[in-house]
Nanobody, 121 residues
Framework: QVQLVESGGGLVQPGGSLRLSCAAA????????MGWYRQAPGKQRELVAD???????NYAESAKGRFTISRDNAKNTVFLQMNSLKPEDTAVYYC???????????????WGQGTQVTVSS
């Protein structure tokens, strides 16, 4: 079984920063794409950023210049550094990882439990 555990969410003031982490545990052989999504109340879940094993990165337009995604393959962990936070960044942030399990023949996508990010004064 593979599980993703997220941490780092919380309440911050506009302009503040948070660093989200998502660590995968289990019988993992290789992780391909790691990404962060968010979902605000009444809104669809949207991609914030993702990163391939080779380091190719995609950002949502709203995240460009403020957020930085990175990964530590040795620790099966993806990070999202969030700076200059705005109230519109308020959402539940979900981690997703595309993982090939040990002995597996195809990848599966796994989701974290979600972590609340609230930006408010």
């Amino acid at each position: 079984q593979v599980q993703l555990v997220e941490s780092g969410g919380g309440l911050v003031q506009p302009g503040g920063s948070l660093r989200l982490s998502c660590a995968a545990a289990g019988s993992i052989f290789r992780i391909y794409v790691m990404g962060w999504y968010r979902q605000a109340p009444g809104k669809q879940r949207e991609l914030v950023a993702d990163i391939t094993r080779g380091g190719s990165i995609n950002y949502a337009e709203s995240a460009k210049g403020r957020f930085t995604i990175s990964r530590d393959n040795a620790k099966n962990t993806v990070f999202l550094q969030m700076n200059s936070l705005k109230p519109e960044d308020t959402a539940v942030y979900y981690c997703k990882q595309e993982i090939l399990r040990t002995g597996g023949i195809s990848t599966r996508e796994y989701w974290g439990q979600g972590t609340q990010v609230t930006v408010s004064s």
